[in-house]
Nanobody, 121 residues
Framework: QVHLVESGGGSVQAGGSLRLSCVASGRAFGTMGWFRQAPGKEREFVAGIGWLTDATFLQSIVRDRFTVSKNSAENTGYRQMNGLKPEDTAKYYC????????????????WGQGTQITVSS
């Protein structure tokens, strides 16, 4: 199991920016991913980074606004979100997968506590 601690959520106006951090501890993993879940909706994959490959992959709806990065020495992943929109409002979760390119929820077996992001218009 991987223990994940997230930080960096909050409220912002449309067009604003936020940076989320996710610190991992425990066993090794292949991918750190971020998901989000809006009220009444399914949890959906947003972005991920291969922990050994440094490859990043993002959903098309956020690709031009979000970036992901990591600091391996601190076992921390980051997601920078720019140009936030009201439809980005959701609870965001970081998670880890043994897969090197995890993009679906069933590939992830460790989850952070989630952090709320609210974007007002």
């Amino acid at each position: 199991q991987v223990h994940l601690v997230e930080s960096g959520g909050g409220s912002v106006q449309a067009g604003g920016s936020l940076r989320l951090s996710c610190v991992a501890s425990g066993r090794a993993f292949g991918t750190m991913g971020w998901f989000r879940q809006a009220p009444g909706k399914e949890r959906e994959f947003v972005a991920g980074i291969g922990w050994l490959t440094d490859a990043t992959f993002l959903q098309s709806i956020v690709r031009d606004r979000f970036t992901v990065s990591k600091n391996s020495a601190e076992n921390t992943g980051y997601r920078q979100m720019n140009g936030l929109k009201p439809e980005d409002t959701a609870k965001y979760y970081c998670a880890t997968s043994l897969s090197r390119h995890g993009t679906t929820r069933d590939q992830y077996d460790s989850w952070g506590q989630g952090t709320q992001i609210t974007v007002s218009s």
